[in-house]
């Protein structure tokens, strides 16, 4: 059986708070971890299909917090 692993890496001003909306959101075979102005998710699967809509929604779902984080921001 094929192993797929990914890692994708994003820069952020509060990239703790990015981090924690994203943790939620997180299936089984994915790791979100904030590291510095780092925002680190691991995405592993067996499946070529289940990782790409792994990462689709994972890119959805960043965009999203990235939205939220900056309302945030704002309001402070």
Known sequence: ???IE??????????GCIA????PDNLRSMTTTAEGDR???KI???QARSVIASV??????LAIA???????SAAE
Do not use: F, P, W
């Open 66 to 72: 990235e939205d939220a984080n900056e309302r945030c």
């Open 20 to 23: 924690a909306s994203l943790k």
């Open 6 to 15: 990914g890692t994708i890496t994003t820069r952020h001003e509060c990239a």
């Open 56 to 61: 689709d929604d994972y890119l959805m779902n």
């Open 44 to 46: 592993t699967g067996t």
């Open 1 to 3: 059986m094929m192993q």
């Open 39 to 41: 925002v680190i998710t």
